[in-house]
């Protein structure tokens, strides 16, 4: 189980920091964080996080089997 809490997390901070890149190009259309260079910047941030917390469950899930 412990693997698959860090994939989880992995797969929803990947989403968010993409939705949150979008967002802060300005192409997600009306919204409180549309065109704010701020999110643009944190969500690639955010995705690289996310990459690095999927590959920590992947290798926990592969060390496990």
Known sequence: MRGWFRLTLGLLAVVLGA??????LGYGGDSVM???RIWAVIGPVV????LVA?????????RRN
């Open 34 to 36: 549309a065109g704010h």
């Open 47 to 50: 995705v690289l996080i996310g």
């Open 19 to 24: 939705l949150w890149t979008v967002q802060g």
């Open 54 to 62: 999927l590959w920590y469950g992947l290798r926990a899930r592969r």
